[in-house]
């Protein structure tokens, strides 16, 4: 059973910045990518980023490019999601995702297999 563990939201102000960190765990853990997701009350899930855990290559959502960068710390089985500045739009849970496999559309969240409990962040303007 693969164990999947977000931190790291809150409450904060528009232009602050938050970092997440999703901690992985569980049976032979080999994961082909990890991703953010994030979903708004009333809304779909949407993708926020995701990154090749061997190549560490990434792509992120247009909404957030130049202001989250997502990372990876393969020894420790993390991923992190910086976010700078954040916007009110911003205000979601975010949660994190594994892909066992090469995803045919990074961006759907059906392609990814397990997934954490999710973190809140609101951000006041």
């Known amino acids: 059973q693969v164990q999947l563990a977000e931190s790291g939201g809150g409450l904060v102000q528009a232009g602050d910045s938050l970092r997440l960190s999703c901690a992985a765990s569980g049976r032979t853990l080999r994961p082909y990518a990890m991703a953010w997701f994030r979903q708004a009350p009333g809304k779909e899930r949407v993708f926020v980023a995701a990154?090749?855990?061997?190549?560490?290559?990434?792509r992120h959502a247009d909404s957030v490019k130049g202001r989250f960068t997502i990372s990876r710390d393969n020894a420790e089985n993390m991923v992190f999601l910086q976010m700078n500045p954040l916007k009110p739009e911003d205000t979601a849970v975010y949660y994190c995702?594994?892909?066992?496999?090469?995803?045919?559309?990074?961006?759907?969240?059906?392609?990814?297999?397990?997934w954490g409990q999710g973190t809140q962040v609101t951000v006041s303007s």
């Open positions: 995702a594994i892909a066992s496999q090469r995803p045919f559309n990074y961006e759907n969240s059906d392609q990814y297999d397990y």
């Open positions: 990154i090749n855990w061997s190549l560490g290559s990434t």
